[in-house]
């Protein structure tokens, strides 16, 4: 069964870091595109990067040059490195699984709720 | 980046009713359309791929079609479990995006 449960989510300053924590089961992370989306209080869902199995990382413009997407291969994590925080990045950050053969996200995290707010 | 309008962004609409859903991309995706369903304080769950492909385990009644830069998802008959929002998301690009939304509310 294909498992993705997040962590590291909580209360941040404007201007200040978190990283978030993806644990994946079932699959390997290193043989699958991973990618992070979230969502703001009421609003919709924004697609915000995704980390080829090759290892390239690919952001929205949105988050560009503040965040930066990697895996531990060993621990079969995603991760997601956020810094320079902005209210505006305040949302439910969910990790997801691509399936590249159909190029669509099929396995989703129950999510992680980021607050930026002073 | 290529934009993914929705609208209207909420319908009301009764138990058994067919519900038609558009959405428009502002530059030709060909099939890279999928559709995903979303309740309250719950992840996404992925519909339709492809434009036209049923998820393995989504009932028959969603159906999606188009291609190029005019798509629809379709509910032939309006279920009590569907009343949710819908989103549109193109995968043609390396930066993907999704939908506005739609919301379907009970009429």
């Known amino acids: 069964e294909v498992l993705l449960v997040e962590s590291g989510g909580g209360l941040v300053q404007p201007g200040g870091s978190l990283r978030l924590s993806c644990a994946a089961s079932?699959?390997?992370?290193?043989?699958?595109?991973m990618s992070w989306v979230r969502q703001a209080p009421g609003k919709g869902l924004e697609w915000i990067s995704v980390?080829?199995?090759?290892?390239?990382?690919y952001y929205a413009d949105s988050v560009k040059g503040r965040f930066t997407i990697s895996r531990d291969i060993s621990k079969n994590t995603l991760s997601l490195q956020m810094n320079s925080l902005r209210a505006e990045d305040t949302a439910v950050y969910y990790c997801a699984r691509v399936r590249f053969d159909i190029a669509a996200t099929k396995d989703w995290g129950q999510g992680a709720l980021v607050t930026v707010s002073s | 980046d290529i934009q993914m309008t929705q609208s209207p962004s909420s319908l009301s609409a009764s138990v058994g009713d067919r519900v038609t859903l558009p959405c428009r991309a502002s530059q030709s995706i060909s099939s890279y359309l999928n559709w995903y369903q979303q309740k309250p304080g719950k992840a996404p769950k992925l519909l339709i791929y492809?434009?036209?492909n049923l998820q393995s385990g989504v009932p028959s009644r969603f159906s999606g079609s188009g291609s190029g830069t005019d798509f629809t998802l379709t509910i032939s008959s309006l279920q009590p479990e569907d009343f949710a929002t819908y989103y549109c998301?193109?995968?043609?690009?390396?930066?993907?995006?999704f939908g506005q939304g739609t919301k379907v509310e009970i009429k």
């Open positions: 980390i080829y199995s090759g290892g390239s990382p």
């Open positions: 998301q193109q995968s043609y690009s390396t930066l993907w995006t």
């Open positions: 079932g699959f390997t992370v290193r043989n699958n595109y």
């Open positions: 492809a434009a036209s």
